[in-house]
């Protein structure tokens, strides 16, 4: 049970928290697809969050795992198939089957819940956007195409003018790389400075108990577990100049703990709802 009222929260002088769609408004529609990512923008999602991964002919595409067999009708490693594989691939339906629902009739399917999508797209969305819609972007590692994942991103947020800080003066870039590899952000900073960073952590490791991160990232990125065994972490994280945006936060009681804690963005696949928990809408 949670509070009626907002917990207190602990970020005095700060913005409010972000809220941030974890793979699109992924407790609605199928993780990943363009359908996901349109009702976490109508959810009002400050920002969308998805992962990439490089096919065989070099298109950076959104999806989790290193194979598409949990997601889709299909088999096999992503890094293995050409885009034109993955666009005869149904990566909707399972999310319906899940519920108990039939699978639609691939005839009146609706495209943009069942197909794969690429990260170019995704930066088309948010491009089209009525107001300013965040991307945090995190690369999957380890991969057969290694630093070529970092050096694909880097161009295509080019093109689309995210790797030029003074584009976005004075609110900031609208686009952040996270990672659980120290070295794709590494990678990353290396070509384009610009670009904020974000450093995943599954666990809390001696090494950066005391808020340090890897040498140029200014985001800690821990999982919502850390949190709750180590609560004082976002204090030290701020002290050493960092935000914290955490990781994947769906439960009401996660959510209060965050805001109590002054966490600066929460990563969650229920958007709506925790902004509404937040008093944001």
Known sequence: MTSAHPAQDARPGRPPISVVAHRGASEDAPEH???????????????????????ADGHLVCVHDRRVNRTSNGRGAVSTLELADLATLDFGSWKDEAYGNEAPDRQHEDPERTSVLTLERLLELVADADRRVELAIETKHPTRWAGQVEERLVELLGRFGHTHPAMNAGRGSAVRVMSFSARSLHRVRAAAPGLPVVY????????????????????????IRILRSHPEYVARAHRAGHQVHAWTVNDPADVE????????????????????QLGLG
């Open 33 to 55: 697809t363009l359908a996901a990512y349109r009702q976490a923008i109508e959810d009002g999602a400050d920002a969308l969050e998805c992962d990439v991964r490089l096919t």
């Open 200 to 223: 995943l952590m599954q666990f809390l490791t001696p090494r950066y108990r005391d808020g340090r991160l890897p040498a140029g990232v200014g985001i800690a990125g821990p999982g």
């Open 257 to 276: 703990l965050c805001q109590e804690l002054g966490v600066d963005a929460v990563i969650t696949n229920r958007p709506r709802q925790v902004r509404m």
